[in-house]
């Protein structure tokens, strides 16, 4: 899972990059976060970077962020995540190591939004 796989999922999924404005000055008319490179999150809040797809957080990211905004409608979609859930289960992955779980989630929403309709993923 590379930096640019990570930064592609997340921002077909509605995050938003902003680059930070060339400032001579930092004065109280200008927003905060205009001297600092950020991101927008779909639900308007702004930080610092994207949603962390490393350890314990990782897999509730995946979970807030990414898997509503799925419009699952045929039984295949859901079939992918069942098989992602059911294997992490069986093998406690999700607690021996939550970044390879979320990783293996991960790489199930990415195939989700690939091979189905990719306009239906909202937030595009």
């Known amino acids: 899972m590379t930096e640019q796989e990570i930064k592609e999922f997340w921002e077909k999924l509605g995050f938003e990059f902003v680059p930070r404005k060339e400032s001579p000055r930092f004065g ?15 639900d308007g809040t702004k930080h610092k970077e994207l949603p962390t797809l490393r350890g314990i957080k990782a897999l509730g990211n995946l979970f ?12 295949w979609r859901w079939e992918v995540l069942q098989e992602w859930f059911y294997n992490a289960m069986r093998n406690n992955n999700y607690k021996k190591d939550p970044t390879k779980s979320a990783i293996a989630l991960f790489r199930a929403i990415q195939q989700v939004i ?11």
């Open 28 to 42: 109280r008319e200008q927003d905060y976060w205009a001297v600092y490179d950020h991101w927008i999150y779909p």
């Open 64 to 75: 807030k962020w990414a898997v509503p905004k799925l419009e699952i409608e045929d039984d």
């Open 114 to 124: 690939k091979e189905h309709r990719p306009e239906k993923v909202r937030g595009e």
